[in-house]
């Protein structure tokens, strides 16, 4: 991106330099790392399509992960570009579904105080595509003209090859015929990366044309073996549109499955015969081509042959597989037949670019004008080691009727001979088993359908009830808007308080021009640090041998605890942090040693050489049940009180009791961990370059672990690609280690982790089980509450204490609660040690409570916006902390959030919905919320700045915080437009660093803009009260003039600014203080519809409404409330992690973790800022809003409860039940209890099981 930026200064705009424009301006880009990737997708796509639709916006970003956004904006910047109407255009009029009439929101504009557009898309410069940059014809002459040649290129320990065509091609294979085949590098790619696998030699046939053709005959299609994923979903999508439907069925079926089939740069380069050939049990594509009746072509030197892709998976004996020196020349598709019926389904995590859970392909075909089944196929994907047939279920239905006697047993056998052992790689049993029959079923329903239209008098009806089950979701664009108040009509123009402000650093992040710390440039001498991690939860260390990592190329060091000059263990509790390993591990990820080479790639290397013996000790506690049967807990342990809870428990009508599971959440932010420590050569002075939300705890502990004192370290954070509490401790011992390395060496050290050791050694947020015992009345008034919290907080304390402390003082959330008695305990366990997370025990706390209320409704026969509404505070208050409250915002947003949500019309909608469909169901979720904010404690709220202004007129600003998307540099500069009444185009802020603020607080706790904003308000007022009298002397004059004057009159140009910090106290012996400043108010609506057979979900609707106080920047608060709820949604509904019985974690990559994407976006989308009616302590009345519009993503799980609730009462069953969280798709369909979940086999005894739940 950065060389195309330096090209516009040559050429017209194009349309890549544009939509950078678009994308910074629609207030796209938070942390910025992920907006090169968005940019290049999308430019793309407007290379190939001037005036894309909206669909192709979205299959073009379906590939593409955030973790900031909420991916809304993004969305936005690329509508520019549509011919069609935003609109959704869903009415029977035309109109939009986000229209007044029929009760649903409207778009309030009174007097032009409610403004619903955060950029103005005039602004943009239009599109052009004859000024596009082409490919230089020369270039292309060349490549024409040069005559073909094979190419080989040699690495140190991999050669490359690529022949010119087929005969050459066969000729290496037979030469190299263990040499993998790569096109894509999608399949051997992710091998040689992630499991280590090794090819001396690696063949290249895309220059290969036999394996580029695609021809079309009587009896089908012939696609070459090396044809993207792309081509091939264009041609089959072509195909389609010229073929009668009767032929084109299989191709309908390979084409559904391509669509979702990764994303689309993966589909650009993957290539179909990879897919193939890879018998990938998680292949899509090879159910529907072994049921088709496909065949292979394949060729060696020696023999050219046919074989059927469905013998492919048959045993791998025989004639029948492929030898080593054969390749895979093309494949054939036939079309299909009349009386033929093919279709294929999956189900994964994630809808799109996510590997399937299961997958399917399914063909019958019929006998000549009747419903006897003359062939039948079945072939299931993600139930073996690779693509499985159920040869003999089949076998017994050849010379059936179509029915459900047929149904029902070919269900039963599918289940006999599809044997899933429940300790099964992949885990998910019973589920899988579940979804091998749902499949089934639906194809019985699709087939008995077109059986019905072509003879409508033999086959029986479907009942209308159970048509629903028919139709997939599809993703949809969201149609979203944003409300918020505009700026008083009468404040000064150049005055950007209020004001939707692009962010500050937005097109540097759109042009790739904006510095991360990896992006520094490489320094002399530099070495490259890479980890060497426990593979034990729990051993002591009989030795560790380096000596075959020292002899590897390029290695310089090995560094470890005798390494280490001063502290290696950090005590904040009982129980120390640490930087290396000494003389035992205690978590599978913790830091023994690190290898230093002069490349990453030879430091990994040798990492890999370093062996170290173990001798395990014992227990091995890895989860929250065990720690409480080992009573393994961090001291001190919580507790909260509040009234007389027995004495209400012997005076409600009912009392409940239940558990709830909260599973954790990775980070997952965009920037792994980074560190570059840099030596200065003389009084053990240091730089350290560090993504961190903390520079000065960084400073800290590496100045304690080498000792030395701290104004030799000098910390710099230019930006951070995303941290979410991520980048706190964990990144503060990381540079110890990169320090350390850096001390010895006296070498220049860089760390940068891959993705899988972040996820591996940096925990995240804390897994939690509440258990709970609620006292209520008929009418669903809790009267009583006593509730138990365990966390999961690892090996070390790290924040676990901090954490169940904020569990218990905001787990009241919205509810008053007049007797109350919490209890909150940090296990003590195997485990990396978790940490901070956006939310920070609130979004755990919450949840429990919101379980509680929800089920009281289910025992009360009430709906549970009726029992929320009841218990809500409604007046002034004490919270159980004896904090006063004021919930009249609280009770605004919830109003308005019925009002603009239309929740009764909806809910009734639902309800006529759910009447009408057995196997899908809708829900609808209104949920409320109280943030608290605030440290507890004043000293957690200090901070600092320095302005410095400059004889040219212009401002030099800094403070302590750091800028990790969320704004802060963007709303530091409005604040100091404002007080220095100085347009925001001539202030700059260079880079966080100790050494122009020191001791500054982390930015943490939505507390950024308050403390420093603070800090810099009284550093610009110090500064403007010095040049008053210039001021005002020249009142006319410039800020050039000013400054000059004032240097020439020798004033001082340069101020700081100091803000103590808030007023907090809490005292846990007496159960009471003042720990919070103010409280953030909002409330949510969600609307969902579920699969009852696979557990899928679509989120619908969403509305939120928020009390932020008065907004500084309504653009970049907007997108903390859309990006926390997405990520709370991911929390909730998707982000699951998995760990070995060992204590090993499974999910390290986007592979096995999935994060929200473009498809899991509300189709409807709104969010609106609560006009201002309270003022506030924080700066300018802006409330800081960071972590808590996370927990709104809360009203998707309790939408998905109701529905599943509306399925169980259909179905028969209580409503009073529980669920736990992530409420996955495997939660969902299991909770969902039918004639299939009860037809499945469940394991007779405890086995081991593949994974565990923390």
Same mark, same amino acid.
């Given at each position: 991106?950065?060389?195309?930026?330096?090209?516009?200064?040559?050429?017209?705009?194009?349309?890549?330099?544009?939509? %950078?424009?678009?994308?910074?301006?629609?207030?796209?880009?938070?942390?910025?790392?992920?907006?090169?990737?968005?940019?290049?997708?999308?430019?793309?796509?407007?290379?190939?399509?001037?005036?894309?639709?909206?669909?192709?916006?979205?299959?073009?970003?379906?590939?593409?992960?955030?973790?900031?956004?909420?991916?809304?904006?993004?969305?936005?910047?690329?509508?520019?570009?549509?011919?069609?109407?935003?609109?959704?255009?869903?009415?029977?009029?035309?109109?939009?579904?986000?229209?007044?009439?029929?009760?649903?929101?409207?778009?309030?504009?009174?007097?032009?105080?409610?403004?619903?557009?955060?950029?103005?898309?005039?602004?943009?410069?239009?599109?052009?595509?004859?000024?596009?940059?082409?490919?230089?014809?020369?270039?292309? *002459?060349?490549?024409?003209?040069?005559?073909?040649?094979?190419?080989?290129?040699?690495?140190?320990?991999?050669?490359?090859?690529?022949?010119?065509?087929?005969?050459?091609?066969?000729?290496?294979?037979?030469?190299?015929?263990?040499?993998?085949?790569?096109?894509?590098?999608?399949?051997?790619?992710?091998?040689?990366?992630?499991?280590?696998?090794?090819?001396?030699?690696?063949?290249?046939?895309?220059?290969?044309?036999?394996?580029?053709?695609?021809?079309?005959?009587?009896?089908?299609?012939?696609?070459?073996?090396?044809?993207?994923?792309?081509?091939?979903?264009?041609?089959?999508?072509?195909?389609?549109?010229?073929?009668?439907?009767?032929?084109?069925?299989?191709?309908?079926?390979?084409?559904?499955?391509?669509?979702?089939?990764?994303?689309?740069?993966?589909?650009?380069?993957?290539?179909?015969?990879?897919?193939?050939?890879?018998?990938?049990?998680?292949?899509?594509?090879?159910?529907?081509?072994?049921?088709?009746?496909?065949?292979?072509?394949?060729?060696?030197?020696?023999?050219?042959?046919?074989?059927?892709?469905?013998?492919?998976?048959?045993?791998?004996?025989?004639?029948?597989?492929?030898?080593?020196?054969?390749?895979?020349?093309?494949?054939?598709?036939?079309?299909?037949?009349?009386?033929?019926?093919?279709?294929?389904?999956?189900?994964?995590?994630?809808?799109?670019?996510?590997?399937?859970?299961?997958?399917?392909?399914? *063909?019958?075909?019929?006998?000549?004008?009747?419903?006897?089944?003359?062939?039948?196929?079945?072939?299931?994907?993600?139930?073996?080691?690779?693509?499985?047939?159920?040869?003999?279920?089949?076998?017994?239905?050849?010379?059936?009727?179509?029915?459900?006697?047929?149904?029902?047993?070919?269900?039963?056998?599918?289940?006999?001979?599809?044997?899933?052992?429940?300790?099964?790689?992949?885990?998910?049993?019973?589920?899988?088993?579940?979804?091998?029959?749902?499949?089934?079923?639906?194809?019985?329903?699709?087939?008995?359908?077109?059986?019905?239209?072509?003879?409508?008098?033999?086959?029986?009806?479907?009942?209308?009830?159970?048509?629903?089950?028919?139709?997939?979701?599809?993703?949809?664009?969201?149609?979203?808007?944003?409300?918020?108040?505009?700026?008083?009509?009468?404040?000064?123009?150049?005055?950007?308080?209020? *004001?939707?402000?692009?962010?500050?650093?937005?097109?540097?992040?759109?042009?790739?021009?904006?510095?991360?710390?990896?992006?520094?440039?490489?320094?002399?001498?530099?070495?490259?640090?890479?980890?060497?991690?426990?593979?034990?939860?729990?051993?002591? $260390?009989?030795?560790?041998?380096?000596?075959?990592?020292?002899?590897?190329?390029?290695?310089?060091?090995?560094?470890?605890?005798?390494?280490?000059?001063? =502290?290696?263990?950090?005590?904040?509790?009982? &129980?120390?942090?640490?930087?290396?390993?000494?003389?035992?591990?205690?978590?599978?990820?913790?830091?023994?040693?690190?290898?230093?080479?002069?490349?990453?790639?030879?430091?990994?290397?040798?990492?890999?050489?370093?062996?170290?013996?173990?001798?395990?000790?014992?227990?091995?506690?890895?989860?929250?049940?065990?720690?409480?049967?080992?009573?393994?807990?961090?001291?001190?342990?919580?507790?909260?009180?509040?009234?007389?809870?027995?004495?209400?428990?012997?005076?409600?009508?009912?009392?409940?009791?239940?558990?709830?599971?909260?599973?954790?959440?990775?980070?997952?932010?965009?920037?792994?961990?980074?560190?570059?420590?840099?030596?200065?050569?003389?009084?053990?002075?240091?730089?350290?370059?560090?993504?961190?939300?903390?520079?000065?705890?960084?400073?800290?502990?590496?100045?304690?672990?080498?000792?030395?004192?701290?104004?030799?370290?000098?910390?710099?954070?230019?930006?951070?690609?995303?941290?979410?509490?991520?980048?706190?401790?964990?990144?503060?011992?990381?540079?110890?280690?990169?320090?350390?390395?850096?001390?010895? =060496?006296?070498?220049?050290? *860089?760390?940068?982790?891959?993705?899988?050791?972040?996820?591996?050694?940096?925990?995240?947020?804390?897994?939690?089980?509440?258990?709970?015992?609620?006292?209520?009345?008929?009418?669903?008034?809790?009267?009583?509450?006593?509730?138990? !919290?365990?966390?999961?907080?690892?090996?070390?304390?790290?924040?676990?204490?901090?954490?169940?402390?904020? &569990?218990?003082?905001?787990?009241?959330?919205?509810?008053?609660?007049?007797?109350?008695?919490?209890?909150?305990?940090?296990?003590?366990?195997?485990?990396?040690?978790?940490?901070?997370?956006?939310?920070?025990?609130?979004?755990?706390?919450?949840?429990?409570?919101?379980?509680?209320?929800?089920?009281?409704?289910?025992?009360?026969?009430?709906?549970?916006?009726?029992?929320?509404?009841?218990?809500?505070?409604?007046?002034?208050?004490?919270?159980?902390?004896?904090?006063?409250?004021?919930?009249?915002?609280?009770?605004?947003?919830?109003?308005?959030?019925?009002?603009?949500?239309?929740?009764?019309?909806?809910?009734?909608?639902?309800?006529?919905?759910?009447?009408?469909?057995?196997?899908?169901?809708?829900?609808?979720?209104?949920?409320?919320?109280?943030?608290?904010?605030?440290?507890?404690?004043? &000293?957690?709220?200090?901070?600092?700045?320095?302005?410095?202004?400059?004889?040219?007129?212009?401002?030099?600003?800094?403070?302590?915080?750091?800028?990790?998307?969320?704004?802060?540099?963007?709303?530091?500069?409005? !604040?100091?437009?404002?007080?220095?009444?100085?347009?925001?185009?001539?202030?700059?802020?260079?880079?966080?660093?100790?050494?122009?603020?020191?001791?500054?607080?982390?930015?943490?706790?939505?507390?950024?803009?308050?403390?420093?904003?603070?800090?810099?308000?009284?550093?610009?007022?110090?500064?403007?009260?010095?040049?008053?009298? $210039?001021?005002? %002397?020249?009142?006319?004059?410039?800020?050039?003039?000013?400054?000059?004057?004032?240097?020439?009159?020798?004033?001082?140009?340069?101020?700081?600014?100091?803000?103590?910090?808030?007023?907090?106290?809490?005292?846990?012996?007496?159960?009471?203080?003042?720990?919070?400043?103010?409280?953030?108010?909002?409330?949510?609506?969600?609307?969902?519809?579920?699969?009852?057979?696979?557990?899928?979900?679509?989120?619908?609707?969403?509305?939120?409404?928020?009390?932020?106080?008065?907004?500084?920047?309504?653009?970049?608060?907007?997108?903390?409330?859309?990006?926390?709820?997405?990520?709370?949604?991911?929390?909730?509904?998707?982000?699951?992690?998995?760990?070995?019985?060992?204590?090993?974690?499974? =999910?390290?990559?986007?592979?096995?973790?999935?994060?929200?994407?473009?498809?899991?976006?509300?189709?409807?989308?709104?969010?609106?800022?609560?006009?201002?009616?309270?003022? =506030?302590?924080?700066?300018?009345?802006?409330?800081?809003?960071?972590?808590?519009?996370?927990?709104?993503?809360?009203?998707?799980?309790?939408?998905?409860?109701?529905?599943?609730?509306?399925?169980?009462?259909?179905?028969?069953?209580?409503?009073?039940?529980?669920?736990?969280?992530?409420?996955?798709?495997?939660? &969902?369909?299991?909770?969902?209890?039918?004639?299939?979940?009860?037809?499945?086999?469940?394991?007779?005894?405890?086995?081991?099981?593949?994974?565990?739940?923390?």
């Amino acid at each position: 991106a950065k060389g195309w930026e330096r090209l516009k200064f040559h050429y017209p705009a194009s349309d890549f330099m544009l939509f %950078q424009e678009r994308i910074a301006k629609s207030h796209g880009s938070q942390c910025g790392f992920c907006t090169p990737g968005m940019v290049m997708s999308v430019y793309a796509l407007l290379r190939n399509t001037t005036e894309p639709s909206i669909e192709q916006i979205t299959e073009a970003l379906a590939g593409n992960l955030c973790r900031c956004t909420g991916y809304r904006p993004i969305i936005d910047g690329c509508k520019t570009f549509c011919r069609e109407s935003f609109c959704c255009s869903s009415k029977e009029n035309g109109g939009c579904c986000l229209d007044e009439e029929d009760g649903l929101p409207s778009l309030p504009n009174e007097e032009g105080k409610v403004c619903t557009a955060l950029f103005s898309a005039e602004e943009f410069q239009p599109l052009d595509p004859t000024q596009e940059l082409i490919f230089p014809p020369e270039l292309m *002459r060349m490549a024409e003209c040069q005559a073909a040649k094979t190419l080989v290129f040699c690495g140190e320990r991999t050669t490359w090859i690529s022949p010119v065509n087929l005969k050459e091609l066969l000729e290496l294979k037979a030469k190299y015929p263990l040499a993998p085949l790569v096109v894509g590098n999608t399949c051997v790619g992710p091998d040689v990366k992630f499991k280590g696998v090794f090819h001396p030699v690696i063949i290249s046939p895309t220059r290969v044309l036999d394996l580029h053709v695609v021809r079309h005959s009587e009896k089908g299609l012939l696609l070459g073996a090396a044809c993207s994923l792309t081509l091939v979903k264009d041609v089959l999508a072509n195909a389609i549109s010229k073929l009668p439907a009767e032929k084109s069925k299989i191709f309908h079926a390979l084409l559904q499955q391509l669509k979702t089939l990764a994303g689309q740069q993966i589909r650009n380069v993957a290539s179909f015969g990879g897919n193939i050939i890879s018998r990938s049990p998680t292949s899509d594509i090879n159910p529907v081509l072994a049921v088709g009746n496909c065949l292979l072509n394949v060729a060696s030197q020696k023999r050219t042959r046919c074989i059927p892709v469905s013998d492919l998976f048959a045993d791998g004996l025989g004639n029948n597989t492929l030898e080593p020196e054969e390749i895979l020349v093309s494949v054939h598709i036939p079309h299909s037949s009349k009386g033929e019926f093919v279709s294929a389904f999956r189900q994964a995590q994630r809808r799109e670019n996510a590997l399937p859970i299961v997958n399917a392909g399914l *063909r019958v075909l019929f006998e000549d004008g009747c419903d006897t089944v003359k062939d039948i196929s079945i072939f299931y994907g993600g139930v073996g080691s690779t693509t499985l047939a159920a040869k003999q279920t089949c076998q017994a239905l050849i010379g059936r009727p179509w029915n459900e006697q047929l149904l029902d047993e070919a269900c039963r056998s599918l289940l006999t001979e599809i044997c899933l052992p429940s300790s099964a790689p992949g885990g998910k049993v019973e589920y899988k088993r579940t979804l091998i029959v749902s499949f089934m079923f639906k194809f019985y329903l699709e087939v008995l359908q077109a059986l019905k239209t072509m003879y409508p008098s033999r086959s029986p009806d479907i009942p209308e009830n159970y048509l629903s089950a028919l139709e997939p979701f599809h993703s949809k664009i969201p149609q979203s808007i944003q409300m918020y108040q505009d700026v008083a009509p009468g404040q000064l123009a150049q005055d950007p308080v209020g *004001r939707p402000v692009m962010h500050q650093a937005g097109l540097k992040h759109a042009t790739g021009e904006a510095i991360y710390c990896d992006d520094i440039r490489a320094v002399d001498e530099e070495l490259f640090l890479a980890l060497v991690t426990s593979s034990k939860a729990h051993a002591k $260390i009989v030795s560790i041998d380096a000596s075959e990592a020292l002899k590897m190329p390029g290695v310089v060091d090995v560094v470890s605890v005798q390494d280490v000059p001063a =502290t290696n263990e950090f005590y904040n509790y009982a &129980v120390p942090d640490i930087i290396f390993a000494r003389e035992k591990v205690t978590c599978v990820g913790q830091i023994v040693c690190a290898v230093v080479a002069d490349s990453e790639v030879h430091a990994k290397q040798a990492a890999a050489k370093v062996n170290i013996q173990y001798e395990p000790e014992g227990p091995v506690i890895l989860t929250i049940e065990e720690a409480i049967e080992h009573n393994s807990f961090f001291e001190p342990l919580r507790k909260l009180e509040s009234g007389d809870v027995e004495e209400a428990f012997k005076t409600v009508d009912h009392i409940l009791e239940g558990e709830i599971l909260i599973g954790g959440q990775q980070h997952f932010y965009m920037e792994t961990q980074s560190i570059l420590v840099v030596p200065k050569g003389e009084d053990k002075e240091m730089d350290i370059y560090a993504s961190t939300q903390h520079p000065a705890f960084v400073q800290d502990l590496v100045a304690s672990c080498l000792g030395v004192p701290s104004n030799r370290i000098m910390c710099h954070v230019k930006r951070i690609g995303g941290a979410f509490g991520g980048k706190l401790l964990k990144t503060s011992l990381l540079a110890c280690v990169t320090a350390v390395a850096a001390n010895k =060496t006296g070498r220049p050290v *860089r760390c940068i982790l891959d993705r899988g050791t972040d996820m591996l050694l940096c925990g995240g947020r804390h897994p939690a089980i509440g258990k709970y015992k609620v006292g209520f009345m008929n009418n669903g008034r809790i009267l009583a509450m006593d509730a138990n !919290v365990y966390v999961n907080g690892g090996c070390t304390p790290d924040d676990s204490i901090l954490v169940i402390e904020i &569990v218990l003082l905001k787990m009241d959330n919205a509810y008053h609660i007049p007797n109350v008695r919490l209890c909150a305990c940090a296990c003590k366990t195997n485990m990396p040690s978790n940490t901070a997370f956006r939310g920070f025990g609130f979004p755990q706390g919450g949840l429990v409570t919101e379980a509680c209320v929800t089920r009281v409704a289910a025992r009360c026969g009430l709906l549970p916006e009726q029992v929320r509404e009841i218990n809500m505070y409604k007046e002034d208050r004490l919270t159980p902390y004896k904090q006063k409250l004021r919930p009249q915002n609280l009770l605004r947003c919830w109003n308005e959030c019925l009002e603009k949500s239309a929740y009764y019309t909806r809910k009734a909608a639902v309800n006529e919905f759910n009447k009408r469909n057995y196997w899908k169901k809708k829900g609808i979720a209104i949920i409320p919320m109280k943030f608290p904010v605030g440290f507890c404690t004043r &000293v957690l709220g200090q901070a600092a700045a320095l302005v410095h202004l400059y004889t040219d007129g212009s401002v030099l600003l800094t403070h302590g915080g750091v800028e990790m998307g969320q704004g802060l540099h963007t709303k530091m500069i409005q !604040v100091a437009s404002r007080e220095l009444k100085m347009p925001m185009t001539n202030i700059h802020f260079c880079e966080t660093s100790t050494t122009t603020v020191p001791n500054a607080c982390g930015s943490v706790g939505s507390m950024g803009t308050d403390v420093n904003g603070m800090a810099v308000k009284d550093a610009c007022q110090t500064l403007l009260k010095r040049l008053e009298p $210039i001021i005002s %002397q020249n009142p006319k004059g410039s800020w050039k003039d000013w400054a000059k004057e004032a240097f020439e009159q020798s004033i001082n140009l340069s101020a700081t600014g100091y803000f103590r910090g808030y007023e907090a106290d809490f005292d846990w012996e007496r159960g009471e203080g003042h720990p919070f400043e103010y409280f953030i108010f909002g409330a949510v609506c969600t609307e969902v519809e579920i699969d009852c057979l696979t557990g899928d979900h679509k989120n619908a609707t969403t509305d939120i409404v928020m009390d932020i106080g008065c907004s500084i920047n309504p653009a970049v608060d907007i997108g903390q409330i859309e990006g926390g709820f997405i990520q709370g949604l991911g929390l909730y509904t998707m982000e699951e992690i998995k760990y070995s019985p060992e204590g090993l974690l499974y =999910t390290r990559g986007p592979d096995q973790y999935k994060i929200p994407a473009v498809c899991d976006i509300p189709e409807r989308f709104s969010v609106s800022l609560l006009a201002s009616s309270q003022s =506030t302590t924080a700066i300018y009345s802006s409330k800081g809003l960071g972590e808590s519009g996370l927990f709104l993503g809360c009203s998707v799980f309790f939408a998905i409860w109701d529905a599943v609730a509306a399925a169980r009462r259909e179905r028969g069953l209580s409503g009073d039940f529980g669920l736990n969280c992530p409420l996955t798709p495997e939660r &969902v369909r299991m909770a969902c209890v039918d004639q299939f979940t009860e037809m499945i086999p469940k394991d007779e005894k405890p086995t081991r099981s593949w994974s565990i739940s923390l």
